[in-house]
């Protein structure tokens, strides 16, 4: 079946780094705007980066920009999140989610209205 799966969370100290993986199955990433959205605990969803379908388009929020770096391999379908520099507010549930319609700007900024979602990868920094 047509799913998304994260990995690569797990414990870090502050100023370490992880790298998440977004793996698709039973569908083709190459036509998906990818969004990395994470939830701390009594916190809403919030968006973190963004990728269009080509990789040609990348959105960051302001907390993570300079630290995280998103990228994607279509031919292995799947997209990676890069975190360097980590932070104990960076702590939370990261999620990945396809969207096949908006614009990238547009999914970045809103949890609402994808066509999939991962069932997420705990982040845990802390000394």
């Known amino acids: 079946q047509s799913q998304l799966v994260e990995s690569g969370g797990g414990l870090m100290q502050p100023g370490g780094s992880l790298r998440l993986s977004c793996a698709a199955s039973g569908f083709s990433l190459d036509t998906y705007a990818i969004g990395w959205f994470r939830q701390a605990p009594g916190k809403e969803r919030e968006g973190v980066s963004c990728i269009s379908s080509n990789g040609g388009s990348t959105i960051y929020a302001d907390s993570v920009k300079g630290r995280f770096t998103i990228s994607r391999d279509n031919a292995r379908n799947t997209v990676y999140l890069q975190m360097n520099s980590l932070k104990p507010e960076d702590t939370a549930v990261y999620y990945c989610?396809?969207?096949?319609?908006?614009?990238?700007?547009?999914?970045?900024?809103?949890?609402?209205?994808?066509?999939?979602w991962g069932k997420g990868t705990l982040v845990t920094v802390s000394t």
């Open positions: 989610a396809a969207d096949r319609h908006r614009p990238v700007q547009a999914m970045c900024v809103s949890k609402y209205g994808m066509n999939y």
